[in-house]
């Protein structure tokens, strides 16, 4: 079994930045794993925004998030980060962290049907 928990959503004006965190509580073995972020915006789909891979050397990101977001992780603190910055306002949405239990490739996947564990989700909203 995997929690994740995500954290440091909260409201800010458009061209502010914002860092998420997740936190995942499956021991040794979350170094394994491709973890992701997506969002699902009011009245839409839950899209893809980020993925990292186990070691970190990989990452994939929507044409929407380049430039602007970067995903990390610290193995040692079973943590998985979202740096988002020059924040618009169509960037409103609730953001969820997902593991990738299944299998490790580089590039990461991206669909979110690929990811088998998924957090609460912490709303993100930017002002205009």
């Known amino acids: 079994q995997v929690q994740l928990v995500e954290s440091g959503g909260g409201l800010v004006q458009a061209g502010g930045s914002l860092r998420l965190s997740c936190a995942a509580s499956?021991?040794?073995?979350?170094?394994?794993?491709?973890m992701g972020w997506f969002r699902q915006a009011p009245g839409k789909e839950r899209e893809f925004v980020a993925a990292?891979?186990?070691?970190?050397?990989?990452?994939s990101y929507a044409d929407s998030a380049k430039g602007r977001f970067t995903i990390s992780r610290d193995n040692a603190k079973n943590t998985v980060f979202l740096q988002m910055n020059s924040l618009k306002p169509e960037d409103t949405a609730v953001y969820y962290c997902?593991?990738?239990?299944?299998?490790?490739?580089?590039?990461?996947?991206?669909?979110?049907?690929?990811?088998?564990?998924w957090g609460q989700g912490t709303q993100v909203t930017v002002s205009s």
């Open positions: 990292i891979s186990w070691r970190g050397g990989s990452t």
């Open positions: 997902a593991a990738d239990t299944q299998v490790e490739v580089s590039p990461p996947r991206t669909g979110r049907n690929e990811y088998d564990y």
């Open positions: 499956t021991g040794r073995t979350f170094s394994r794993y491709t």
